[in-house]
């Protein structure tokens, strides 16, 4: 049997972990040997592969990124893209696949899955909002990474007396924002889900301050206000159609500092949340994904996913996880907003 594997999308701290897994007891449990394909679906489209056996993943652990590469290359925009895939796979000797990757990535395995492609899919993404798990890894690593950071700026903003605003990742998501705000004590926390009223967001700013603070916000790179559409700094858009986020942050400082007459700055966290070497906590979920994978494709059983359900990591169906996104419910919004002004 010999296995493709493939890391595509956004890249996120733990997909070496999950690499090295699936290979490791791919080779010395089921004999498998492996084949890299390189930046995400470019590397089945294009035929771009590197070598990928024991020698390749040892050390690789701890180490941030991905040693495939990644891209956010969509073969389904791409005449004959699946065709070709089939084609690459077949001369490639390729019996089955592993995808690494959040929903853009899954979605492609999923619809490669109906059209005859052995996959099996490892979720992924800082941002956690894939259905069907209960986290992915490189969300833990990110949220420690911004919950760092936000505990810094407390003490920064308390000596000017200034408003520090906070921007982080999170597309659709405010996952991100409500844990590493929740954990490193922000005063507001805006996110997608959430339009907000900028009104209120003034009254909660002034009423820190009133009570001798500064206030420390944390907003998700996707929030809006409520009474306007998505802030952006520009209109280019991604393979699948995805506008390229950043600007909230400013947008909302100068309203503040507008509004209150106090000085406020930004902070953009960026991709400083997706690098470095992963926690504990994704290096152990990530391991335990690519285990699991493997032993799917061992089964012959494809078009699913691996996914955390409680402690138990579980298989439910590719459709499933990809059908829609897992957004913040109300209810844990609500627990937070007890913290606002
Ligand atoms: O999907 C994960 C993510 O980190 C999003 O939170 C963010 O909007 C996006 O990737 C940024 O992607 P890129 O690095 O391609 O600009």
Redesign the pocket.
Same mark, same amino acid.
């Given at each position: 049997m010999r296995v493709g594997v493939l890391t595509g999308?956004?890249d996120c701290p733990g997909l070496n972990a999950v690499i090295r897994a699936v290979v490791r007891k791919g080779v010395t449990e089921y004999g498998y040997d492996f084949l890299g394909f390189r930046d995400g679906w470019k590397g089945p489209l294009e035929g771009l592969t590197s070598e990928l056996g024991i020698p390749e993943v040892r050390g690789i652990l701890p180490r941030g990124g991905t040693i495939l590469g990644s891209s +956010?290359t969509n073969p389904m925009k791409i005449e004959g893209g699946v065709d070709r895939i089939k084609a690459n796979l077949a001369a490639l000797g390729v019996d089955a696949l592993i995808a690494i990757g959040?929903e853009d990535t899954l979605g492609v395995a999923t619809q490669l899955h109906d059209r005859g492609v052995p996959v099996v899919g490892v979720p992924k993404?800082? &941002?956690n909002d894939l259905s069907a798990t209960d986290y992915t890894f490189g969300f833990d690593t990110a949220v420690n990474i911004a919950s760092e950071a936000i505990d810094r700026l407390h003490t920064t903003a308390e000596s000017h007396h200034r408003v520090l605003v906070v921007e982080v990742?999170? +597309?659709h998501a405010g996952w991100i924002a409500l844990h590493a705000g929740l954990s490193a004590g922000a005063n507001i926390i805006l996110i997608p889900e959430q339009p907000f009223d900028l009104d209120e967001v003034i009254g909660w700013v002034e009423s820190r301050f009133e009570s001798h603070y500064s206030p420390i916000i944390v907003v998700s790179?996707g929030a809006l206000p409520k009474d306007g559409g998505l802030i952006t700094k520009d209109q280019t858009l &991604?393979a699948f159609g995805h506008v +390229?986020?950043t600007g909230i942050g400013d947008w909302l400082a100068s309203a503040i500092e507008a509004r209150t007459g106090k000085e406020a700055r930004t902070s953009v966290l960026g991709?400083i949340q997706?690098g470095g070497t992963p926690t504990a906590f994704d290096r152990v979920l990530a391991t335990r994904f690519g285990l699991q994978a493997i032993d799917a494709i061992h089964d012959r059983e494809y078009g699913v996913m691996v996914a955390l359900r409680g402690t138990d990591i579980v298989r439910v169906s590719l459709i499933e996880a990809t059908g829609v996104l897992k957004t913040v419910p109300q209810a844990r919004y609500d627990e937070v907003r007890t913290f606002f002004g």
């Open positions: 999308g956004g +956010r959040g993404t800082i &941002d990742m999170g +597309r790179e &991604d +390229r986020l991709h997706r």
